[in-house]
Nanobody, 127 residues
Framework: QVQLVESGGGSVQAGGSLRLSCAAS????????MGWFRQAPGKEREFVAG????????FYANSVKGRFTISRDNAKKTVYLQMNSLKPEDTAVYYC????????????????????WGQGTQVTVSS
């Protein structure tokens, strides 16, 4: 089992950047695929970005493609989400998620495929 703790959220003006971190405790994450989701007030949780357990495949929601980058450092048991050119519509609580298994290079894109979740970190982008 793995526990996840997000950090790095905050308030920023449109066009700014933030880097979210997701630190895992417990066992190594090298066999875990990882993802970032977000939930804005009154909206359903949505997929933002994912990375395969092998680390060689990533996938992004169209709304963040070209602006956000997901990466992982298995030695530090940490996954990152670099967010650039932030927009007010990026305002949400961001959640890190993880689970094991899946085919080599596969990125998992739905919340139902993840069993381990962090508590979330708030990102607020003002215009």
């Amino acid at each position: 089992q793995v526990q996840l703790v997000e950090s790095g959220g905050g308030s920023v003006q449109a066009g700014g950047s933030l880097r979210l971190s997701c630190a895992a405790s417990g066992r190594t994450i090298s066999s875990y695929y990882m993802g970032w989701f977000r939930q804005a007030p009154g909206k359903e949780r949505e997929f933002v970005a994912g990375i395969s357990w092998s680390g060689d495949s990533t996938f992004y929601a169209n709304s963040v493609k070209g602006r956000f980058t997901i990466s992982r450092d298995n030695a530090k048991k940490t996954v990152y989400l670099q967010m650039n050119s932030l927009k007010p519509e990026d305002t949400a609580v961001y959640y890190c998620a993880a689970d094991r298994g899946g085919a080599y290079g596969l990125v998992h894109r739905t919340a139902a495929e993840y069993n381990y979740w962090g508590q979330g970190t708030q990102v607020t982008v003002s215009s």
